[in-house]
């Protein structure tokens, strides 16, 4: 338990998959309170360095899942990139001792109105922070509140790990509760390349602050939500971009 409350339980997930040199990646659950059981998918990016891991995205994996994530090297790290995650950070900062590195965005419960947070982040990220990633840099969304960013690999060609903000969707998957299966295409969340529509909805980032991301070099996207793009991710993304 943390100092501040519980850690949430560990939820259904599938393995832990390589999609380039050590960079892995793994779907799990995601829970939201409320009278409707509305379960979906969210991602957790790993990436390994010198045989120290970076868990980007949060899931807290379950105890095989811990195995073999251990397999993979040493937990030291933890970045959330997205204000309206973080639920599973003080899991692996206990666990692990790993150091916390989050936008800025308190971290509460829920959505938040009036909460106490349940963690204080170790590094608050801005555009001077330097990462303990190589070859990595972060874009920050600054219009948007919470915070939120992009973490930018210069590698395979450009490798974007995303929170909220650029999802790929294309279908529900196994994770879905029946009311969110229902429900989720309704809101406009089920499409492919798409730029997350609850974000932009309550965090109200600038339009010309997320067509900024047009001018990055990327060619691929491991989202918090959704599949990996991997190939033309820029060019796949740029209909939903320049849509808004
Ligand atoms: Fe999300």
Redesign the pocket.
Known sequence: MSKFRPFPEAQEHGEITEVFPDIHFVTGT?AMAGRLPMRFS?NMTIIRQDGRLTLVNTVRLSEDGLTALDALGDVEHVIRL?G??GMDDPFYQSRYGARVWSVDAPYLPGFGEGSEPYLEPDIVLDDRTELPVKDARLVLFKSATPGEGLLLLDREGGIVVS??CL?NWAKTDRYFSLPARILMPMMGFIKAHNV?P??RKVAKPDTAEIKGVLDLDFAHVLP??GAPVIGNAKDRFTPAINGL
């Open positions: 995601a969210r997205a309206f995650h929170g909220d999802q997350g609850g974000w918090a939500h």
